[in-house]
């Protein structure tokens, strides 16, 4: 692990992760287990991941915790998952404060649990002055619930008069998505082997460099996140222009 860690250039570090946490089920599985299982041993390569990131420098970190497609699961899944919310952002919010995290929420929060949400927004209030790193949460997340949020909102300043349809830009739609102020994934990573983006930040990985693990969630450690890294670090951006015009604006 120490070997993979001193390979990485923290001078360029991708500043913004974002993780599809998958494959929790099908672990427990393979264990003969109940999926709730496999969610309770995803909280360990949270911790991992997230403390991993932070040490090196990564200043955002973006995980796919609950979509609004999973409401259709077991009801009893799905509160097991509520439950285990609350019960994780409580336990950590200690850990955070001592690394210096902040924690922060996107998606359609007003429709959680009462404790769920409850829980949520302690969390977020109690770590809200950490500046290390901020580890974002998506819950009741969709990314085209959230692009169509955002149409409206600019709608809506159009018809009051406060934007001219004209004048709207990448910045103007950027402004109006839930991650405004961060700056956009460089990484993707997706665990499972599979091999989708799943409704998740689909406006802002535009330019993402994807990589897809072979491994389930609750098998994720430090050092998948450090060759991830690695490989993230090896390859070229280059943002559709070509080698010789990336290299040349190096010079």
Do not use: C
């Amino acid at each position: 692990m120490k070997d993979l860690k001193s390979l990485i250039d923290v001078e360029k570090l991708p500043q913004h992760i974002a993780i599809i946490m998958d494959g929790n089920g099908r672990w427990a599985k393979k264990h003969g287990q109940p999926r709730v299982f496999g969610h309770r041993n995803g909280v360990k390569a949270v911790r991992e991941a997230t403390e991993a990131a932070a040490e090196l420098g990564v200043k955002y970190m973006t995980l796919y915790a609950f979509s609004t497609e999973n409401w259709g699961r077991p009801k009893a899944e799905v509160n097991a998952l509520m439950t285990l919310l609350v019960q994780t952002i409580r336990k950590e919010i200690e850990t955070m404060n001592k690394n210096n995290i902040k924690l922060q929420a996107i998606g359609d929060l007003s429709q959680l649990p009462s404790k769920s949400y409850k829980a949520l927004q302690e969390g977020i209030e109690s770590t809200k002055h950490n500046t290390r790193m901020t580890l974002v949460l998506a819950l009741n997340y969709s990314a085209k619930w959230e692009i169509i949020e955002a149409v409206k909102s600019i709608a809506q300043q159009s018809k009051d008069g406060k934007i001219e349809p004209n004048s709207i830009t990448e910045a103007t739609f950027a402004q109006a998505l839930s991650t405004n102020g961060m700056p956009d994934p460089e990484l993707l990573i997706r665990t499972s082997g599979e091999q989708r983006i799943s409704n998740f930040l689909l406006w802002q990985i535009a330019y993402s460099e994807l990589t897809f693990l072979p491994i389930y969630w609750p098998e994720f450690r430090r050092e998948h996140l450090y060759q991830t890294i690695i490989d993230f670090q090896n390859r070229e951006r280059r943002f559709g222009k070509t080698s010789e015009q990336i290299i040349n604006s190096k010079k």
